[in-house]
């Protein structure tokens, strides 16, 4: 599995569109987009990484780089993305993090 990561409009969905060869309409029926999401409604992160694991591809918004939620379900929705995100990244083969549209690869090795 890769796994990309990045902020938000970071260009994650167009790397992974490069590596698919599909187009940004085409790529939900390739990879999950948005894993943070289901992150915050999952009662189990690791089922949960078990589960995506098995994708080709994975991305999630990177969360947690800015102000702390005032609100107690923000937070624990912001620790569970960060959590699910370490457990994505120990399972998947290649992990990428897109930054304004470049791909640095942090695990494993990919022909860009």
Not at 7 to 31: N, Q, V
Not at 79 to 85: H, L, Q, S, V, Y
Not at 100 to 112: A, D, R
């Amino acid at each position: 599995m890769i796994f990309l990561f990045g902020p938000l409009y970071s260009g994650k969905r167009a790397f992974a569109c490069r590596i698919l060869h599909c187009t940004e309409e085409e790529l939900d029926g390739h990879a999950v987009v948005n894993a943070q999401q289901l992150a915050a409604q999952a009662q189990d992160l690791t089922a949960l990484a078990d589960e995506l694991a098995q994708n080709e591809i994975v991305i999630a918004t990177e969360v947690g780089g800015g102000i702390v939620p005032v609100d107690s379900d923000a937070r624990a929705a912001r620790e569970a993305a960060g959590r699910f995100n370490c457990l994505l990244a120990a399972r998947a083969d290649i992990v990428v993090r897109v930054f304004y549209g470049l791909p640095l690869v942090l695990k494993g090795s990919l022909e860009l």
